[in-house]
């Protein structure tokens, strides 16, 4: 066990974990940040995306010790209100089903048009490609971030 | 009764209380006299825990309205419907609506489940008698306040209006007074074509909780002192645990126990992480216990079954006339066999439950399709009545039928039993695909006779599964149509455990009819449109047997659907049709694909669904959008196999699931037939294996039998959802 400091959200947080705990874990077992979700822990689902200075990452895979002072955002701390363009798009095309795997979609999404405010629908396929929605979403995904870039300009 | 269930009550009550009064109707969601035992309760009543109830309506003086929802939300949009329904008749001002997830309680819910596609279709009258119940009563407040006849006001956002004098008053305003007036015995429904939420788009209910990654679902259930633990099971079908050695496990830090029960070895622990490590050191020997099975095993079972002709294994399941006479007089046979894997219900939130088992009472916390069944298995499980548990419901990360099931469950409240700590048991996803329930393996073979003018006189169904029960629909179309019918089918028991995933039996059987009767359509020399309708004519005109569906629905959805995707007259497009009804709904489909640089490509699906009356357009739209790309992505991409009673395919590397790039346009339309709704979370994903086939095999001239498609060599140089 060993003591981390994280940046996370714009805040400073202290987890006292072993040093090969995922990123995933900490936030949520440590830290009570449960918006980031467990899917499949090998990276291939995408439900635990987050924010790695500005990159979408997979918290599963992620050792705490690797994150170091790298500012990390998770779901939670995307907006202060939930008023993210992304988030206003979500709500406004009504994408969730179940639900479970939209925040990591949602920082995928985020991740994309802090880079490329209008991507091409190759580019948002390409960029989403690593985020499975199992109750299929994915149009009104698509049509959300489409939403999301004219509501950022 | 436990502390959860109180706070539950506790939470809802302060929402009441807050109103310093107001009329609280506890309203029986799904009772088959809605009215008669709706009671009104005074919000002091209330607040002092003394009136029975248990699901209500409830309206503050603020104007607040709070409506319970009962049933288990996994994304079927439940949650948003019902308390919409109860909205509608209420005239309640929709942005003004709070809705809250009711607790398990049998005593005064009926059917608290989510499976069938049957939670719409069986509380929509029930519903709407609770919203008119309590209009009724807001009104003859009002009319008594002003002394006008109660038939001279109307309602409308919220609000009673008297329009002669232009007097208005709020629900919030009349809520104390209209919780003395008596409860009507009887009340009049709206006119449906008055309705004004009750077919309109409208946002989940649970979109900002969801966007902002608050706690909704069971795995992000948390409490202080709670332990983790996770089990591992065997890897095999078939085998039982010999000996364990636990002893590295157990030395890990954080781990405070390992069990071992049944053919379960759990490590309990302080953390996820910290149980997942130590797992990995369990030393388990195994030995066999029962058949011990593989993938290969089953294709060759398969066709020993097939042929079988031992009456002691074949279940008859319909005969219509004399099978072997029509197929000897036959002009043409056409006989062909389909074939598909297990599949994992792979919900995004993989299994998992809380619970507390106490001296004086059990907790449980979690996803469940089934809360009743779970508490139910519990108390006999731990010998104790089912009245000693209650069962919070959270929201659900998908079910798909794995959820139906409560084995998850009772491991949760096995454990913590003896542990005799608070436990959240979390499943990984190599634990959900290596050692869950799956979608039975099943085979086909279909066999049509037709005479010399082409017409289908004589048609045969076998089915044959792995613990697939009844893999036949013997009394869907296209049995009614045709006069010398054999429909029978025969099951392997194996270790193997399977059970329900999302339409079930019909998920498959589905794709092999509608590409079946794609090919004797084809032999026929007939339009695939134009050859169901004719059938259908036929099983209206001079029908044969029992006919269990509804012969003007299923035709209506066929010629819509022809109708909006201009079947027939598209060039340089392939279209693929079919048609389904399944649970008490009806969808068409046609798939079309185009050439991409001389290649095809499945570019688009027009879906046509007859559910009846459209509660919520944006939810009832994606369910059938989401039902396509469900249908689609397993019909191409996944399966599980066998080798030796263990799968294969335990992750998402290896057990292929639908993404973005693959997913062609869907263009949803429904019928507007004004009946009754008739359930939506399943039908829309039959009917589209078999578009997607028979548009590939326009396109190439290659037949597709066996899923997953993508496996299969006719599929070489097809590719999915490439736009223009």
Known sequence: MAQYNLQINGRSYTADVEADTPLLWVLRDSLGLVGTKFGCGIAQCGACTVHLNGNAVRSCTLPVSAVGTNKITTIEGLSATGEHPVQMAWKEVDVPQCGYCQAGQIMSATALLSKNPSPTTEQIDTAMNGNICRCGTYHRIREAIVLASTKMK | ?724
């Not at chain 2, 929802?69 to 949650?79: A, D, F, H, V």
């Not at chain 2, 047997?545 to 340089?572: C, F, H, P, Q």
Request: glycine share 8%; proline share 5%.
């Open chain 2, 1 to 724: 009764m436990s502390t959860l269930l109180k706070t539950s009550r506790r939470d809802f009550m302060k929402l009441a209380a807050s109103a310093s009064g107001g009329l609280m109707i506890g309203f029986h969601w799904t009772s088959s006299a809605a009215t008669s035992l709706m009671e009104v309760v005074d919000g002091s009543a209330v607040a002092a825990g003394t009136v029975d109830f248990n699901s209500y309506l409830a309206i503050s003086s603020e104007g607040v309205i709070t409506i319970l929802s009962p049933n288990p939300e996994l994304g079927q949009n439940i949650k948003t419907s019902f308390p919409m329904i109860v909205a509608e008749e209420l005239d309640a001002d929709w942005s003004k609506v709070k809705v809250v997830q009711a607790v398990l309680d049998s005593k005064k819910f009926e059917r608290q489940v989510t499976g069938g596609s049957g939670a719409v279709p069986h509380s929509w009258e029930r519903l709407r008698k609770a919203g008119a119940t309590a209009r009724h009563m807001l009104v003859d407040a009002a009319s008594k306040r002003w002394n006008v006849p109660a038939t001279s006001l109307t309602t409308e956002n919220s609000m009673v209006v008297h329009a002669e004098s232009g007097k208005k008053l709020s629900y919030g305003e009349l809520a104390v007074e209209a919780s003395r007036v008596p409860v009507p015995a009887e009340v009049k429904l709206k006119d449906k074509k008055d309705f004004k939420l009750i077919g309109k788009a409208v946002a989940n209910v649970d979109n900002h909780e969801m966007v902002t990654g608050m706690p909704l679902y069971g795995s992000d259930f948390y409490r202080e002192g709670m332990l983790h633990a996770m089990i591992q099971r065997p890897e095999s079908f078939g085998k039982k645990i010999k000996s364990v050695d636990s002893a590295a496990a157990k030395a890990m830090p954080g781990i405070v126990d390992v069990v071992t029960f049944k053919n379960n070895v759990a490590v309990v622990g302080k953390s996820t992480w910290q149980v997942n490590k130590a797992r990995k050191l369990l030393k388990i020997e195994y030995e066999s216990e029962g058949a011990i099975e593989s993938t290969t095993d089953h294709d060759k079972l398969f066709k020993e079954l097939l042929a079988s002709q031992d009456a002691s294994k074949v279940t008859v399941r319909r005969k219509d006339g004399d099978v072997d006479a029509a197929f000897k007089s036959a002009a043409k046979v056409i006989t062909r066999e389909y074939q598909c894997p297990f599949l994992s219900h792979a919900p995004m939130e993989p299994m998992n439950f809380f619970a507390h088992v106490r001296p004086d009472g059990v907790e449980l916390v979690g996803p469940t399709q089934t809360p009743e069944m779970a508490r139910n298995e519990t108390a006999k499980l731990l010998g104790i009545s089912p009245y000693q548990i209650t069962l919070e419901l959270t929201r659900l990360g998908g079910g798909f039928g794995r959820r139906l099931k409560a084995d998850y469950v009772l491991e949760a409240a096995e454990l913590s039993s003896i542990i005799k700590a608070p436990v959240k048991v979390i499943w990984t996803r190599e634990d959900d695909m290596g050692g869950g329930s799956y979608r039975p393996a099943v085979r086909y073979r279909f066999d049509a006779a037709l005479d010399a003018a082409g017409n289908l006189i004589g048609y045969k169904l076998r089915g044959v599964g792995i613990n697939a029960g009844n893999p036949t629909r013997e009394d869907n179309f296209p049995s009614g149509s045709v006069e010398n019918l054999l429909i029978d089918s025969v099951e392997h028991k194996s270790p193997i455990t399977t059970g329900p995933w999302r339409a079930p039996i019909t998920n498959f059987l589905a794709f092999a009819e509608q590409a079946f009767l794609d090919e004797v359509a084809m032999a026929s020399k007939k339009d695939p449109v134009k050859f169901r309708l004719e059938l259908l004519e036929k099983a209206k005109k001079t029908p044969t047997g029992a006919i269990k569906y509804d012969i003007d629905r299923m035709k209506a959805v066929i010629e819509l659907a022809a109708e909006r995707s201009g079947w027939g007259t598209k060039k340089n497009v392939s279209q693929g049709f079919s048609v389904y009804f399944s649970h008490r709904s009806y969808v068409a489909q046609v798939a079309e694909v185009i050439k991409k640089g001389g290649k095809p490509v499945l570019s688009k699906i027009y879906a046509v669904a007859d559910c009846g009356i459209v509660v919520n357009l944006s939810g009832a739209k994606q369910q059938v959008a989401g039902g396509v790309v469900d249908g689609l992505g397993h019909a191409m991409y996944s399966q599980v196999t066998f080798r030796e009673g263990a799968a294969e395919q335990k992750n998402f590397n290896s057990y292929r699931l639908i993404r973005m790039k693959e997913v062609p346009d869907v263009e949803v339309s429904f019928v507007n037939n004004g009946i009754d709704p008739t359930g939506l979370g399943e039908p829309a994903l039959p009917p589209t294996g078999g578009a997607v086939a028979n548009a590939i095999f326009k396109a190439t001239g290659k037949r597709l039998y066996n899923q997953p498609f993508a496996k299969q060599e006719e599929m070489k140089g097809v590719t999915l959802g490439e736009r223009l």
